[in-house]
């Protein structure tokens, strides 16, 4: 399983940006993908979580109502559409994988697989 993460960047508050994460998983569609953010100095913490192609999704407290998780099963893609950016939502994002569900979908080490992160920069 490979995923690769882009579309960070640099952007102003109040701005958005749309992350991608392109997955080489024959089953993707069964997977559990989700997104998790780290800055420096802190933890890496969970952003969002879509079960399954249709499946439920799941979000932050901090991303609520502003950030959208989606995938695209054709393509093997995920996104995150991140709107509303606050200069406290700059970090690295990553995407991330597992191949069944956990009630623990918030913690990183749930999650086998990961991309190489992409950042993302919001000035104020």
């Known amino acids: 399983v490979q995923l690769q993460a882009c579309g960070g960047g640099l952007v102003q508050a109040g701005g958005s940006l749309r992350l991608s994460c392109a997955a080489s998983?024959?089953?993707?569609?069964?997977?559990?993908m989700g997104w998790f953010r780290q800055a420096p100095g802190n933890k890496r913490e969970f952003v969002a979580m879509n079960r399954w192609s249709g499946g439920r999704t799941y979000y932050a407290d901090f991303v609520k109502g502003r950030f959208t998780i989606s995938r695209d099963n054709a393509k093997n893609t995920m996104y995150l559409q991140m709107n509303s950016l606050k200069p406290e939502d700059t970090a690295v994002y990553y995407c991330?994988?597992?191949?069944?569900?956990?009630?623990?979908?918030?913690?990183?080490?749930?999650?086998?697989?990961w991309g190489k992160g992409t950042q993302v920069t919001v000035s104020s």
């Open positions: 991330a994988a597992r191949d069944r569900w956990s009630t623990s979908y918030y913690s990183p080490i749930q999650y086998p697989y």
């Open positions: 998983i024959s089953t993707f569609s069964s997977f559990v």
